[in-house]
Nanobody, 123 residues
Framework: VQLQAFGGGLVQAGGSLRLSCAAS????????MGWFRQAPGKEREFVAA?????????SEEDSLKGRFTISRNNARYTVYLQMNSLKTEDTAIYYC????????????????WGQGTLVTVSS
């Protein structure tokens, strides 16, 4: 199983980006998937998860609420993270991973982490 995240880059504050996570696994349509991010010097932080049945779980952090949307396209084995109204504090490496069990907001509940994609938001 391999996950490849891409779509990051440099964007001005207030702008948007859409991240993609391409998965190479036959069971993709039955897997729950998650997005996390990690800023320099900080712990990995839960952003959003999408379940096999398209249910979605979002971070309860006030700074994230209402700006990010997770979605999936099973035919393309891809999970997306649409990020709007970006802020400088959104600067981080964004990772996708496969849920293996436990608490959806915990990094330890995931496996097969991709290499991450860097998002830099300038002021």
């Amino acid at each position: 199983v391999q996950l490849q995240a891409f779509g990051g880059g440099l964007v001005q504050a207030g702008g948007s980006l859409r991240l993609s996570c391409a998965a190479s696994m036959d069971t993709f349509d039955s897997e729950d998937m998650g997005w996390f991010r990690q800023a320099p010097g900080k712990e990995r932080e839960f952003v959003a998860a999408i379940l096999w049945n398209d249910d979605r779980i979002y971070s309860e952090e006030d700074s994230l609420k209402g700006r990010f949307t997770i979605s999936r396209n099973n035919a393309r084995y891809t999970v997306y993270l649409q990020m709007n109204s970006l802020k400088t504090e959104d600067t981080a490496i964004y990772y996708c991973a496969v849920f293996k069990g436990g608490r959806y907001t915990s990094p330890s509940a995931y496996r097969n982490w991709g290499q991450g994609t860097l998002v830099t938001v300038s002021s």
